[in-house]
């Protein structure tokens, strides 16, 4: 699908073009988009009014994993992880843009985990559970430790700040982790990163049984209506999993680094992702490819179809998580560094702004 809206020039540091039925799409589907970039420093909402596409970037340090659950949102960042929240009556009465957004996420939870590398997360209940890349386990995050180790490997021995498999991927179904993946079966010190083109796996964590050990670095795995997706990055492919089969069917292959899955309704949505000439992405045949983009390609979920795209003009160049944002049509967000997220105030029945500088409030 090349039909792209190209009509001006991007001016915008996130300008992006996107196939002209997308605005539609995200606007009939009453949603929004959250996207984190640890390349660009941003976690970006990207909304639409029906006719055209919103960007609004914040800045977060290094954002990885995000998971959403409600009016929760949890950024995984390179020494933190932050809990914000939305509240819709903060979002009409933003004193910058008042009537302009219908939510507004707010920074409201730190946990200062120092630095673990964490990849893909999700809220469990009240819990946040995540992927510790550099531990290679699977943790939760409750701010009483840097982190409580819950699972790992069979074949990881010990923990260790290592990162000797590059556990990266969670699925979870009713409240509990299924399926993981990784970049390999290794044990050693960054072991995965030889035969990391084809040593990727896909692990049942009840079973601690691995499905596949021969994948090409395999992301993001997701459950949707009780079948197994995920991506396999390193060919730009997107594939549905059979795990009592142990077999897989390639739905759809795409112009990029596929990593970061989300799904709603009939549609799911798949980051994209250039690739830099670095150790780690620099030997892949997908490296070799001119028409690589960045962005988020939509595709039909029962066919695989893919029926819009986005692509990011200048500025992001890797996306690391896709998540959806039902039921909000022009979110916004503050970010940690801003000045503003001292002034907005929730309370389960009234918000409100501070005056800046003398400690007023007015609702």
């Known amino acids: 699908m090349n039909n792209t809206n190209r009509a001006s020039a991007p001016t915008h540091p996130f300008s992006c073009n996107h196939t002209p039925e997308l605005p539609e ?16 420093g941003k976690v970006i909402l990207v909304s639409s009014d029906g006719e055209s596409i919103h ?7 290094t954002p990885m994993g995000l998971a959403v659950d409600g009016n929760r949102m949890a950024v995984a960042t390179k020494n933190e992880v932050i809990s914000l929240a939305y509240d819709r009556s903060m979002g009409s009465t933003y004193p910058k843009k008042p009537g302009v957004y219908d939510a507004l996420y ?44 819950v699972w790992k490997p069979p074949f ?25 993946t990784a970049l390999g079966m290794t044990d050693t010190l960054q072991g995965w990163r030889e ?45 549905r999993v ?24 009939d549609y799911l949505f798949v980051g994209l992702s250039k690739l830099r000439k670095t150790h780690t992405f620099g030997d892949l045949d997908l490296a070799t490819r001119k028409d690589l983009i960045c962005g988020v390609a939509v595709l039909h979920l029962q066919t695989g179809a893919l029926v819009g795209q986005m692509e990011f003009m200048r ?14 049509i022009r979110p916004g967000i503050i970010g940690p560094d801003s ?11 009234a918000s409100f702004w501070a005056a800046a500088g003398d400690g007023g409030c007015s609702k």
């Open 25 to 40: 799409l995200l606007a009939s589907l009453k949603i929004s988009l959250a996207i984190s970039t640890y390349q660009a």
């Open 55 to 61: 960007m609004l970037p914040r800045n977060f340090d």
């Open 106 to 149: 707010m920074p409201r939870l730190t946990f200062y985990t120092g630095a673990l590398s964490m990849h893909d997360m999700a809220f469990i209940g009240p819990a946040l559970l995540g992927v510790n890349t550099l531990f290679s386990c699977l943790c939760w995050i409750d701010g009483e430790y840097s982190f409580k180790p």
């Open 156 to 180: 990881i021995t010990g923990l260790a700040s290592e990162d000797r498999c590059h556990l990266n991927g969670l699925a979870v179904e009713e409240g509990k982790p299924c399926y993981v």
């Open 195 to 239: 035969k990391k083109l084809e040593g990727g796996m896909l692990m049942d964590v009840e079973t601690n049984e691995a499905i596949f050990t021969d994948l090409p670095m395999p992301h993001s795995p997701r459950i949707f209506d009780g079948t197994l997706y995920l991506c396999l990055s390193a060919t730009g492919e997107v594939a």
């Open 242 to 265: 059979d795990a009592e089969s142990g077999t897989y069917e390639v739905i759809q292959k795409l112009p990029g680094f596929t990593r970061g899955f989300a799904r709603f309704g």
């Open 315 to 328: 500025t992001c160049e890797e996306i690391y998580d896709v998540q959806v944002l039902p039921g909000l």
């Open 339 to 349: 000045e503003v997220r001292s002034q907005g105030l929730s309370t389960p029945g």
